[in-house]
């Protein structure tokens, strides 16, 4: 259903925010790596997720010291998953054994903890369960320690075997030659009994773990689920974010950033400007000039579209969202190169795999510069014809373009800002003090990388004509540029 | 044995025994060591360097002696070795260290009893497996190294090591004496003081690169061996440590050259990266070259077994004599009679 390659996941900014998440159990690392977006018929499921993140972005520093020894808890933990599947049918080993019991007894030290946090969040999830009479099983004598020896109080035989040997022990060690020997002979014997009922006693503890493993089970789903949902907390309190609110297929997204290009640019001492968009179903265009804006407004708007329907809370203000069946995303990546097909020859093919897609739901579609590489008027009508057909499918589609005469078949129309509100003396007087050679650089500062929604009918700006001026192009040339416009 | 090998370890935490070779009695000094600690309490923990404590030899198929250690005892062994073990065992702990036998845990003997050792085989784990140890209340820990690796128990690892050779190395006495003096004499190499390149070394991005230190600070050197000491750098430089092994054959075409040696300090990590024949490391004095370590073992004993597992045996008086005549430190006779 997502059909994003890894690179592109990588390109949007997903993975960037995936590897940022370090979750502190193991339990929370398999919620990471099994993350995938909710399907809309989970949409009950996804909004209980986003209001329990909700309950805990808000609610966390009224329960910060019970969730700081939580997580300091979680952070010893072990897989024991499989453990406890096998325990179902076999019985376990002292090691394995050993490994359950201390999962028990962090648990046993988890349930306070997670009372106490319960009682400030009341997140809507099943309560951790109490598994004390598990614990019970494999620490009869309550010493509560964290190591495990199959005891004797489990089995009067295994008593008596011990004391055997222990006596032929206490002998060997005062013994010597012939005699020694014969004692240690009938001590491998005792010691083959010893073993062979341990084993019977493993079995037995084993069978009356049985019952209580779902209860175990249950608790490492949990637990998971809280390490994931502490980890998204924590992303937003990083780049922040908001609860979104869940729609039946429009989509508005109001301050969106994007962490690694924010972060990027943050480095560089510059600062991110905020995308806002609305998108319906049928064809938006976004149109403006080659200077980066239309692919960072693009890739925010899928990152946070699909931030969202992962359960996370989108790096924006405020934000409507619907929830996709499919997420597609057409651009000139290097997968078309890698398979030996020209870049057109390669949109087109993955075009029209995702259109046969289309048709299997409601679907979030993203082109990025469709038909680039083709000649400009053989490209625009490629792209008028393609907006035409996309607008009328069940789809929300945005698609980025620089091509002249598309906006009008789509439904909606977005421009970046560019150089619209440029004040061009003021630039002009900048240019004189600073020399051409730096022009370049202060073109770009004053470029607006900000979007808006264009209402009637408008082509693409003419910021490659202001560039043009500004950087003094020849003034003969400049004027043929003027009279072909 | 008339010296006791328990009192030479006693001013030691943690202590390593290596074997020139299989069967050269590491297992029979261990369980000496074992049982002459157990008599003066305390508690013991063991491990090893890969894995060792077969009954019977895996690689010559002969008949050995296993590891009997008493109740109270810390091991660290691999998972799949435990129904080979059969003191009644209480599991500790478990580690993130991982052998072909399944992974290490840790396990406290609540009876005297077999145990078959396999442990990590990386100095930083075998570092931390001591520290956790200690943790666990352990008195002294012994760990009994494997053939061939040798010098992983520098002083980074244990405190002190026990060295055992004996008639299973070769058939001649001749070629054992000298061979044994020989890897004495690797094992003891002087640390090399130098604070300055041990700083640069912790420095170093490529582990098996080179530096060249001297008058004019430390510089990193790239090449053969030979092109490093023909180099601008090398002149005037006192040391030249060397991040990889140090190999006859990189060292023949310096010693069949020129190639100005005086004065200059040879430096490897430890002992295990010299793989040098005594004739090389002759030549390499002759021509005023020196060598040292970054980490030196403590050697502070050597045994010998005059009976080979291939069925011959030396005359236990010569053996033990002869080899204390060639090396610093004290020889003992593993079968002899305390």
Redesign the interface.
């Known amino acids: 259903m997502i059909e994003l390659s890894f690179q592109q996941q990588e390109n949007i900014g997903f993975r960037y925010v995936l590897d940022s998440l370090s979750p502190c159990s193991p339990y929370g690392a398999e919620r990471v790596r099994a993350l995938r977006p909710y399907a809309p018929a989970e949409r009950e499921e996804l909004r209980r997720q986003l209001l329990n993140l909700d309950r805990v972005v808000r609610g966390q520093s009224g329960c910060a010291a019970p969730l700081g020894k939580f997580q300091r808890v979680l952070m010893t933990m072990k897989d024991v998953r499989r453990i406890a599947e096998r325990c179902r049918e076999e019985a376990l080993g002292e090691i394995e054994l050993f490994e359950l019991k201390r999962f028990l007894i962090q648990c046993a030290e988890l349930l306070p903890l997670w009372n106490e946090i319960q009682a400030v969040l009341r997140l809507d999830c099943a309560p951790l369960r109490d598994t004390a009479a598990a614990l019970d099983i494999l620490d009869p004598e309550h010493n509560r320690v964290a190591s495990f020896y199959v005891s004797e109080s489990y089995s009067a035989r295994l008593r008596a075997l011990r004391k055997q040997k222990r006596e032929l022990e206490e002998r060997i060690r005062r013994a010597a030659g012939e005699e020694k020997e014969e004692l240690q002979r009938r001590r491998l014997l005792v010691a083959a009994d010893e073993e062979h009922e341990e084993g019977r006693v493993r079995a037995a503890l084993s069978e009356s773990l049985r019952p209580s493993l779902p209860a175990m089970l249950a608790n490492m789903d949990l637990l998971g689920e809280l390490d994931l949902t502490l980890e998204k907390a924590a992303m937003t309190a990083r780049w922040g974010g908001c609860l979104p609110e869940l729609t039946e297929d429009e989509a508005e997204l109001v301050g969106m950033r994007n962490p690694v290009i924010a972060d990027a640019l943050g480095k560089r001492g510059k600062s991110f400007t905020p995308v806002s968009i609305s998108l319906g179903r049928g064809a938006t265009v976004l149109t403006g000039a080659n200077m980066g804006g239309k692919s960072v407004a693009m890739k925010t708007t899928v990152l946070n579209l699909l931030l969202c329907q992962c359960g996370f809370f989108p790096v924006a203000e405020r934000v409507r969202a619907p929830l996709f069946d499919g997420i597609y995303l057409i651009s000139e990546d290097l997968e078309s190169v890698d398979r030996g097909l020209s870049s057109f020859g390669g949109e087109i093919v993955r075009f029209n795999q995702v259109v046969e897609k289309l048709r299997g739901g409601f679907s979030l579609l993203l082109l990025d510069e469709f038909a680039r590489g083709t000649n400009p008027d053989e490209g625009a009508a490629i792209v008028q014809a393609v907006t035409e057909y996309l607008d009328r499918q069940n789809a929300v589609t945005l698609l980025a373009t620089h091509y002249d005469g598309v906006a009008e078949h789509g439904s909606a129309h977005y421009q970046v800002i560019g150089l619209r509100d440029l004040d061009l003396a003021q630039v002009r007087a900048e240019l004189a003090a600073a020399g051409p050679e730096d022009g370049v650089e202060l073109i770009a500062r004053h470029m607006n990388y900000g979007i808006y929604r264009v209402e009637g009918p408008q082509n693409c700006p003419r910021d490659a004509l202001n560039i043009c001026r500004l950087l003094g192009l020849d003034g003969e040339i400049l004027a043929r540029i003027e009279r072909a416009y | 044995m008339a010296e006791s090998l328990s009192r030479l370890l006693a001013p030691y935490r943690s202590a390593s025994i290596i074997g020139m070779c299989k069967n050269a009695g590491k297992t029979t000094v261990l369980n000496r060591i074992i049982r002459e600690l157990a008599e003066d309490g305390g508690t013991l923990a063991l491990t090893s360097i890969g894995r060792d404590g077969e009954a019977t030899d895996l690689v010559t198929g002969t008949k050995k002696p296993g590891i009997y250690i008493p109740?109270g005892s810390l091991v660290a062994t691999a998972?799949d070795l435990?129904?080979l073990s059969?003191f009644?065992?209480?599991?500790?702990?478990?580690t993130p260290y991982y052998t072909p036998m399944g992974?290490v845990?840790l396990l406290?003997a609540?009876?005297?009893?077999n145990v078959q050792l396999a442990g990590p085989s990386m100095t930083a784990q075998l570092a931390e497996l001591n520290a956790a140890f200690f943790a666990l209340g352990a008195d002294k820990v012994l760990i009994d190294g494997a053939i061939s690796r040798k010098t992983l128990c520098s002083r980074r690892v244990t405190e002190a090591t026990v060295l055992c050779t004996g008639a299973s190395y070769h058939r001649d006495l001749e070629v054992v004496l000298e061979d044994t003096r020989h890897v004495v004499r690797l094992l003891t190499l002087p640390e090399v003081g130098s604070a300055a390149l041990r700083a640069a070394v912790e420095k170093m991005d490529n582990p098996r690169g080179a530096l060249l230190a001297g008058e004019n600070g430390v510089v990193p050197a790239a090449g053969s061996l030979d092109t490093i000491l023909r180099g601008k750098a090398a002149r005037g430089a006192a040391y030249l440590f060397l991040g990889g092994a140090l190999t006859d054959n990189a060292l023949r075409p310096v010693l069949m050259s020129n190639a100005p040696m005086k004065g200059l300090c040879l430096v490897v990590r430890d002992g295990s990266k010299l793989l040098l024949s005594a004739d090389s490391l002759e030549k390499l004095t002759l021509r005023g070259a020196s060598l040292r370590v970054l980490d030196s073992v403590n050697l502070v004993a050597l045994t010998v077994n005059p009976f080979s597992a291939y069925g011959f045996s030396f005359d236990r008086r010569e053996l033990k004599s002869r080899m204390a005549e060639l090396v610093p430190v004290p020889v003992i006779d593993v079968e002899e009679e305390e």
Do not use: I, N
């Open positions: 109740a998972a435990l129904r059969d009644t065992k209480e599991v500790v702990d478990t992974q845990v406290r609540r009876s005297d009893g």
